[in-house]
C-alpha cells in the first residue's frame, strides 16, 4: 500500500509560484512513476505533468507547458510541483499519483494510488 500526502497549495495572485510537494510512504519509491492531476469543480480530472522512476523523462499538458515543473527526489520520496506564472484557470485541487511502473502516462485510470489533495486558488 502506499500513501501520498501532498502539501504547499493555497491562495495566490496571478502571476504568483507555488511549490507542490507529494510525500510518499513506501519503501521502493523509485519503482513508480508519479503525476499530478488537478480537478477544478464540476470539471473532470484532468493532467498536468507527470515523471518517470528515475526524474529522466517528463511530460506536460501544453497548457502548462513553460510554466511548470515536476521532479523528485528518491532519497525524500517526494515528488514536486513548481508552479511559475500562475493563471485563474490553474485553480483546482490538485492531486498526486503513483503507480508501479517505471515510465509516466497522461491517463489517470492507469495510476493505482493517490493523495488527498491539496487547493491551489488563483485570484485576477
Known amino acids: 500500500q502506499v500513501q501520498l500526502i501532498e502539501s504547499g497549495g493555497g491562495l495566490v495572485q496571478a502571476g504568483a509560484s507555488l511549490r507542490l510537494s507529494c510525500a510518499a510512504s513506501?519503501?521502493?519509491?523509485?519503482?513508480?512513476?508519479m503525476a499530478w492531476f488537478p480537478q477544478a469543480p464540476g470539471r473532470e480530472r484532468g493532467f498536468v505533468a507527470a515523471?518517470?522512476?528515475?526524474?529522466?523523462?517528463?511530460n506536460y499538458a501544453d497548457s502548462v507547458k513553460g510554466r511548470f515543473t515536476i521532479s523528485r527526489d528518491n532519497a525524500k520520496n517526494t515528488v514536486y510541483l513548481q508552479m511559475n506564472s500562475l493563471k485563474p484557470e490553474d485553480t483546482a485541487v490538485y492531486y498526486c499519483?503513483?503507480?508501479?511502473?517505471?515510465?509516466?502516462?497522461?491517463?489517470?485510470?492507469?495510476?493505482?494510488?493517490w493523495g488527498q489533495g491539496t487547493q491551489v486558488t488563483v485570484s485576477s
Open positions: 515523471i518517470s522512476w528515475s526524474g529522466s523523462s517528463t
Open positions: 513506501v519503501r521502493t519509491f523509485s519503482t513508480y512513476s
Open positions: 499519483a503513483a503507480r508501479n511502473e517505471l515510465y509516466s502516462g497522461r491517463y489517470s485510470a492507469t495510476y493505482d494510488y
